[in-house]
């Protein structure tokens, strides 16, 4: 059975809220100790469906095969 590939895109409104340590972390931003996200608004505007390029395998086997014959 072949693998599918799905690309949803969309936009999304949302607060973060993050607790650090001390000010400096905070305006590094970095290992924040609890984050918290909040999704306001997710609006999805485009979904695509992809078959996953498994068959370029088996051809890649098969021409291996046939230059050595």
Do not use: C
Not at 51 to 66: A, D, F, G, Q
């Amino acid at each position: 059975m072949s693998k599918i590939i799905k690309t949803t895109q969309g936009e999304a409104h949302f607060v973060l809220k993050e607790e650090y340590e001390n000010e400096n972390a905070a305006i590094e931003g970095k290992d924040p100790t609890t984050q918290d996200a909040d999704i306001q608004e997710l609006k999805i505007e485009n979904v695509k469906y992809k078959l996953k390029e498994v068959i370029s395998n088996e051809w890649s086997e098969v021409i291996k095969i046939r230059k050595k014959t």
